[in-house]
């Protein structure tokens, strides 16, 4: 039984790599680099901003150009007022044009405003990519520890051998017998536990890289790096931070936009010019006297008059001169200011405190590493030689194999921390973000 769940086992754990692989080609193994690749192409929230990043910025291109021309056309009649010779046709063309580039504001204020939006966008491809390395670290991680569970399996079934062969020698008793069988149960039991939470992991790596949870499409998954054990300056991932992490460049480009705000409301605080050109063609008649034989006769004169004007015309800011939009965007623009110096303290005690997170997690995998791993290791073996020789028994056995298991997933624990703390350093100080080319130099 046993022997068919270890099997089992195997096989749930090597079907995505079969099922996502075609007959006779290898699929190669995905690394964290790789998820993160995928993430940022598949992203369903990353697709839509880029999509109104690219409306944003052609619209913004198209801003800032002058108001539509005004055309005005009329006509007039005398007929209604029993004047039917009074008649008049006229047309005129008006156009706003401002004595501030007002357009030049406008589109400047819409640029500012796209450059918001792409820096948003680079802040939440940082935040996707530490979600995918922790998804696929998880993933990984949980491998990892089911190979751990199938090793202490394989010593709690030559345990139970061990202890059944003494047991039939009279060497051991019956109870201590049965705690063999009850460590190989709990084993059985631990792996079980392990199956599902990287079954979980699994789905929860292949939903991030937009499969809808489908981890029986992931490619095998590339062995667990080594952390970099080198250690950048701390100055130069301060300098970093401050000039390359994407939610400080967003509030720059924010500061900016209330800045190109500022200066609109200052340019529409001055009233435009409109200048009209008009033609009027007027029919009229009046009546005349004229002498014929001494007499006056009465007649009629008819004209035909044709005016072509220009007319000029501004309001005159004596009570608007757009205070209210000029003061709301003083006040935003200070504001984006002292947010952003409020972020870069933010950002630095940051980057400070993750940098001595990372030397702390170094510091505690190389001891377990260097030290107490061996030394649990060896203990374990004299301990087990020990019991087949009948110097302990097997109560002190079950205690010295449970503490080699802690020891080995505190060095697992250990190697997550450490390559979490180096991650988390680097998107911190702003590396591998856009428009950066700054490494830490070491790689994972």
């Known amino acids: ?19 996502a692989t075609p007959s006779g080609v290898a699929s190669p193994p995905l690394d964290m680099a790789g998820a993160v690749a995928i993430a940022l192409e598949k992203n369903g929230d990353i697709a839509a901003l880029r999509e109104e990043l690219a409306g944003s910025r052609s ?32 047309i005129a063309l008006s156009q706003e044009i401002p004595l501030l ?26 935040g996707v990519t ?15 520890r089911m190979e751990l569970a199938r090793e202490q399996q394989a010593v709690a079934a030559d345990l139970l051998g061990m202890a059944q062969a003494r047991f039939q020698a009279g060497d051991l008793s019956e109870r201590e017998m049965q705690l063999a069988e009850i460590d190989l149960r709990r084993n059985d039991l631990r792996q079980a536990e392990v199956v599902a939470a990287a079954e979980g992991a699994l ?64 340019a529409e605080a001055v009233p435009p010019v409109t200048v009209a050109l008009s033609y009027r063609n007027e ?14 006769v009465p007649g009629t004169e008819q004209a035909n008059d044709r005016i072509l004007g220009v007319k000029l015309s501004m309001p005159l800011p004596l009570f608007s001169r757009n205070q209210a939009e000029s003061a709301r965007a003083g006040a935003r623009a200070s504001a984006a200011r002292k947010r952003l110096e409020g972020g870069r303290h933010t950002v630095a ?24 791993g061996p030394v649990a290791r060896d203990n374990f073996k004299i301990q087990q030689e020990a019991f087949a020789l009948g110097e302990i028994g097997m109560q002190q056995l079950l205690y010295d194999t449970q503490r080699f298991g802690e020891q080995q997933e505190a060095e697992l624990t250990a190697l997550q921390a450490a390559i979490e703390a180096r991650s988390r350093l680097e998107s911190a100080a702003g590396l591998g973000s856009k428009g950066n080319t700054a490494s830490t130099g070491g790689g994972q």
């Open 59 to 90: 619209a913004a291109e198209l801003s800032g150009t002058l108001p539509n021309p005004v055309l005005e056309l009329e006509g007039a009649s005398g007929t209604m007022t029993k004047s039917p010779d009074e008649k008049s046709i006229g």
């Open 1 to 19: 039984m046993r022997k068919l769940l270890s099997a089992v086992v195997v096989v749930l754990w090597a079907l995505p790599s079969f099922a």
């Open 101 to 126: 580039p007002v357009g030049k504001r406008r589109k400047e204020l819409a640029r500012a405003e796209v450059a918001v939006m792409l820096a948003r966008l680079h802040d939440h491809e940082r």
């Open 203 to 266: 789905r929860r790596l292949a939903l991030l890289l937009g499969l809808n949870g489908a981890a029986a499409e992931l490619p095998p998954l590339a062995d667990i790096p080594a952390p970099a054990t080198d250690l950048p300056a701390e100055e130069d991932l301060l300098t970093a931070a401050l000039e390359h992490r994407p939610d400080l460049i967003a509030q720059r480009r924010e500061g900016e936009r209330e800045e190109a705000a500022l200066a609109l409301a200052k």
């Open 349 to 372: 005690a940051e980057v400070r405190d993750l940098l001595a997170q990372y030397r702390l997690a170094l510091t505690a995998l190389a001891l377990h590493r260097t030290a107490l």
């Open 283 to 296: 029919r009229s008649s009046q009546n005349t006297y004229e002498l014929d034989g001494g007499l006056l």
């Open 130 to 144: 530490e979600q995918v390395q922790r998804a696929w670290l998880d993933a990984a991680l949980a491998a990892r």
